[in-house]
């Protein structure tokens, strides 16, 4: 009794219990009400499955939503690419090279070392730089004013990114006044007021365009080239114009002249000096004295140099 009403309790004769599938026939356990509680396994055909495994509506609306997600990446892509031509072309130039060299990289770990297809010509290790030519009102945009901007200079012409130098060329740095514009005569005369801050060397002794030209040239070792600014020394085209083949006459000259006392320096020596209270000046010759190493030395003779750029009246050199 107690028995079955516990069967009663767990489970409700004549309940369905448990349906497994077996090769498309259900098989479903009937407990048939009786004394003696008899089971039986009933054989029903299943019937297949209304639900198709993928409907078709589905996956094209998956399809959209898969190129409504790439059509907003591409619009983000152009956008952002959109606002850095227009607002930030140092940073496009930047990626633009830095592509450039990874291109070269890539292409140089593939070259086929041997083979039919091998070249004995080298892949280009370094990216050739982009030359732009500058207006001077987009250089002007680059005077270390606006923190953003990348700090542009020009030395005789050619435009130099001198944002590393921030600490002189930066709003408020000792050397400010040179950014953003080409100040190439400043760079000789060391006058650094506003009028005098200009690209006109006209006037200038070939020693002070020489001048110029060495910090040109520092500015090439230091910092990075970007092109040339159109004015004074190049056109549109980025052509040299008349003033620029000035500046270079001035520097064969003053070549010349270095060459010429470089010259003098080997025939006549510079002699030692020395100054004590009790003897006064001295001088005198050895077989290295003004730093030129020779098999001779020489005797100590006043001599003044009609070609140094800053002729000594009291002079000594060595000579034989
Ligand atoms: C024709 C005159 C001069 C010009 C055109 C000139 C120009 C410059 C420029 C462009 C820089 C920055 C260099 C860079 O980007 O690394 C610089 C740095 C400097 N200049 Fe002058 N300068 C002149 C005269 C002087 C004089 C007379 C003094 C000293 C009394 C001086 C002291 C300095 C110092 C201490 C630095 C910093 C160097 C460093 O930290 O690397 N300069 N100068």
Redesign the pocket.
Known sequence: MSEAKGASLRQRPGKKQKAKKDGGIEITRVEKKGAENKQEDIQRPVRPSKKPPSSSSSSTARIYETLAVVCLLLALLVGVAVYLLHYEPQIVKQLDEGFVKAAATIAQLFQPKNGPNATSKPVAKKAKVVSKIFSADELRLHNGSDPAKPILLSVLGKVFD?TD?KR??AKGG??SF?AGRDASR?????EFEEENLTDDVTDLEPEQVAAIKE?QTQFER??KYLGKVVGRFYDAAGKATPALKKVKEKLQKAKIVVDQELEEKQQFPECNSRWTEKDGATVWCTESSGGIERSWKGYPRQFKSARAQNPSPDAFECQR
């Open positions: 001198v130098g002189f060329y000792s050397y040179f400043s760079f000789a005369t060391g910090w230091q910092y």
